[in-house]
């Protein structure tokens, strides 16, 4: 008994010294949460206050327009404003969200023009639907608030990459613009919508980052994410490609890691691709349902030419026209080509350089609803740089205010020009 009493209070007398010992790992811990904490809460809030400003803006010129109660719900109508957030692309992306996929070349009999085919929606990438459908079934909200929630949460993880991005390369100040330039950008008004834009930008970013800080394997997953959320991830892909190799060349890290994220990389895209070619019983359906049925297709530029040289002499006899909106879409396209000189400039990484080039192509480069071409070019995050780059010399306060007034304008050339004036 003594034996056994005097072991207890040795292993007693021990456990003050040995619970000490635990806590400075778990203080660790919140220290750590505190500094992340407090890193991230001002690009956050500085970005979720100029999203608010345009948001409030939009909503305000929509609901004093009205026009949104007469339209088709699929088409931008609805009983309230905020409806017309879930119309057009919000549409098929809940729809897909519900019922699934069904992938098929349906010709529409006796048709000779353009649309020969019907839309269906195998068109849309499967990411996206298949969050909204995991956040619906977490939460409890129908298809139109989980895809909200999706597109809100993936936009603020789109700031936080661009702003870690621009912070990589320059400094934070430089950082908290470039998210600043990401809620009040042309094409913003689908970054709190029920499109798939947010989301593929914060992968996007975040895969570009983790090139910049030599991650490869979870640039190669981000990068193969970004595949089953948009076609234009093939953009991202080459990037990713193109960076690894000059590592690979470079000898800086390895062999297995960069050849990892270069195969990777383009699983999802091509895994897609293959299944609705599958599935439709030919290889390249998904192109063929593309100039079919929503006549966007690789045209080496003709339709962009076409509208640009129609637009300054007030013609709208092109494809697709939507004047307003086509108006807005063709000065974005004329400041993306002014800034691209400026980012090659600031010399960043070839991951970007490339990114930027390739998506500019595939945009440009391809027949479509030219008024989209403000969203489509939303994901060019990197040409914020060069903005960022002046923008850091301002003042916290007179950044705000700069942004602020963009902010406003963006509710009505992001937000209103695209969801009532033209097709988002």
Same mark, same amino acid.
Request: aromatic share 10%; proline share 6%.
């Given at each position: ?11 007693? +007398?021990?456990?003050? %010294? ?6 400075? %790992? /778990? ?7 505190? !500094? ?9 809030? #500085? ?6 400003? &345009? #948001? ?5 010129l929509l609901h004093s327009a009205g026009n949104y109660r007469t339209k088709n719900p699929r088409f931008g109508g609805g009983a309230h404003a905020w409806d017309v957030l879930a119309s057009w692309d919000g ?14 070349? *349906?010709?529409?009999?006796? +048709? =000779?023009?353009?649309?020969? @085919?019907? &839309?269906?929606?195998? +068109?849309?990438?499967?990411? $996206? ?9 977490? =939460? ?6 989980? &895809?909200?929630? *999706?597109? *809100?949460? +993936?936009? #603020? ?22 998210? &600043? @330039? ?8 689908v970054e709190w919508a029920v499109y798939s834009d947010s989301l593929f930008v914060a992968l996007a970013a975040w895969a570009c980052h983790a090139v910049l800080t030599r991650r490869w394997l979870t640039a190669?997953?981000? =990068? ?27 000898? !800086? ?10 195969? *990777? ?12 070619? !599958? ?16 006549? /966007?297709?690789?045209? $080496? ?57 390739? =998506? ?23 040409? #914020? ?17 700069? @942004? ?16 009532? @004036?033209?097709?988002?």
């Open positions: 008994m003594n034996e056994t009493t005097t072991r207890t209070s040795t292993w007693n +007398a021990r456990l003050p %010294e040995q619970l000490p010992g635990a806590a400075p %790992e /778990h203080d660790d811990r919140r220290q750590r949460l505190r !500094r992340t904490v407090k890193r991230h809460t001002p690009v956050l809030a #500085f970005y979720g206050t100029l999203k608010l400003i &345009g #948001f409030a803006s939009f909503m305000w549409w098929w992306y809940q729809q897909i969200a519900i019922h699934g996929y069904h992938p098929e070349l *349906v010709r529409i009999p006796g +048709a =000779t023009g353009l649309i020969t @085919l019907e &839309g269906n929606s195998a +068109a849309f990438f499967p990411l $996206y639907p298949a969050l909204i459908r995991t956040a619906s079934e977490l =939460t409890g909200l129908g298809s139109y608030g989980a &895809g909200l929630l *999706v597109s *809100v949460l +993936a936009s #603020f993880a789109a700031a936080l990459g661009i702003h870690a991005v621009a912070a990589h390369l320059l400094d934070r100040r430089a950082g908290l613009a470039a998210a &600043g @330039l990401w809620a009040v950008w042309p094409g913003s008004g190669g997953l981000l =990068t193969c994410a970004a595949g089953l959320n948009r076609p234009t991830a093939a953009a991202l892909i080459a990037a990713v490609a193109v960076a690894a190799l000059l590592a690979l060349r470079d000898r !800086r890290d390895g062999i297995p890691r960069p050849l990892a994220a270069m195969v *990777v990389a383009p699983l999802g895209l091509l895994a897609y691709l293959g299944w609705v070619g !599958r599935r439709m019983g030919d290889y390249g359906g998904y192109f063929k349902l593309q100039s079919g049925a929503w006549a /966007h297709e690789w045209d $080496y530029g003709r339709q962009t030419l076409d509208v640009l040289t129609s637009i300054p002499v007030g013609h709208t006899t092109y494809l697709f026209a939507w004047p307003f909106a086509d108006l807005i879409s063709a000065a974005v396209v004329l400041l993306g080509c002014a800034l691209l000189p400026l980012l090659i400039r600031l010399r960043p990484p070839a991951v970007l350089i490339v990114y930027t080039v390739l =998506t500019v192509v595939l945009v440009l480069g391809s027949q479509q609803i030219f008024s989209n071409v403000s969203r489509y070019l939303l994901p060019l995050f990197p040409l #914020f740089l060069p903005l960022a780059a002046a923008l850091r010399r301002l003042g916290l306060a007179h950044q705000f205010i700069l @942004l602020g007034i963009a902010a406003l304008a963006s509710g009505s050339y992001a937000g209103y020009a695209l969801f009532e @004036l033209g097709v988002p």
